[in-house]
């Protein structure tokens, strides 16, 4: 069987999501000898923050990627080319925190394709896999907004345990190979459905 060729946003992210998965890695090191100190939490804290950039980097690349399959790559293609890629940059410019209604929207809008029903893997649906990204992204946000940070003596529990790190982290590796494979697949040539 032939292996399906990654776009260039999907290697992209192959790279970025290493610097979550160190900082996932040097925490368990830490954790490997005794307990961490308190501070160590912040490493946690960074790599959750680190992995949805990831994937903001690659919905935002994806997207690009995408306009050329619609504008083509001609730079002076026109004028309706020319407004389709700059509304596009002007969008990606106020997307942030990729949320599953963001990304939707922004596929739905320049693609007519809604991305979020080719998030399915074996034990995740597509309902399953916007709920546990809108989880994450409320992780996301209570660190980044609400100052999450734990206190000394604290009873309760850190925002970003490091088992559930681990599985946000397959997760969202997983959600970027079904977004690929998705959009691969509706955006190749041929008639459109």
Do not use: C
């Amino acid at each position: 069987m032939k292996e399906r060729v990654k776009s260039s946003a999907y290697v992209n992210f192959e790279h970025a999501i290493q610097d979550a998965q160190d900082l996932y890695d040097h925490y368990k090191e830490l954790n490997a000898e005794s307990r961490p100190p308190p501070v160590a939490e912040v490493i946690k804290r960074g790599s959750l923050v680190m992995a949805l950039a990831a994937l903001e980097t690659y919905v935002e690349d994806r997207a690009r990627e995408a306009a050329t399959w619609v504008a083509g790559t001609d730079p002076h293609g026109g004028r309706l080319p020319d407004f389709f890629r700059a509304s596009l940059e002007s969008d990606l410019k106020r997307f942030h925190s990729p949320s599953p209604d963001r990304i939707k929207e922004l596929f739905l809008k320049y693609f007519q394709i809604d991305v979020t029903e080719g998030w399915s893997w074996p034990q995740m649906t597509p309902d399953d896999a916007r709920s546990q990204l809108r989880r994450i992204n409320e992780k996301r946000g209570l660190i980044a907004h609400q100052t999450r940070r734990p206190r000394i003596g604290d009873a309760e529990a850190h925002v970003v345990t490091i088992d559930a790190l681990r599985r946000h982290l397959h997760f969202l590796r997983e959600l970027v190979q079904a977004t690929d494979a998705y959009l691969a697949e509706k955006l190749k040539p041929g008639p459109r459905s």
